[in-house]
């Protein structure tokens, strides 16, 4: 019986054997991976600084998901693509306009909720392409920020979709 679980995170096929039931997306990226982009806030599925995009096929295409990785367990993950926000820049290191636009708009201060907000906002990017300010506020409902006052992130998510 072939129980090995198997996706593509960013670019890299992982096959991964005897994974413990309980173990996370979040630990999973941090603690094997060291993609420490993606941050842990309160572990348990409350603020989304662990946020990461999720795909699976549907109707041939492959459609996104925003997920927190700290409530996500890797047994959840076969044949999927886990995207973090590791994957976002150019081959030369370029902001992605996601991030441009977040640091254009003055979207981040401490930072340490900034890579779940760029997710949730790629997410939108990839999905809506010019997503009306309610469809901005709902992809971001997830996203705790205790510093911007959320004003700035908005902003930044209009202009990226300008
Ligand atoms: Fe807060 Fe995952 S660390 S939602
Ligand atoms: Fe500090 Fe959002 S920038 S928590």
Redesign the pocket.
Known sequence: MNDSIRFILNGEDITLTDVAPTETLLDFLRLKRRLTGTKEGCAEGDCGACTVLVGRLADGKLAYESVNACIRFIGSLHATHVVTVEHLAGRDGALHPVQQALVDCHG???????PG?VMSLYGLWLAKEKPSRQEIEKALQGN?????GYEPIVKAAEQVSL
């Open positions: 981040s201060q401490c930072g340490f909720c900034t907000f705790l920020c205790r510093c911007t």
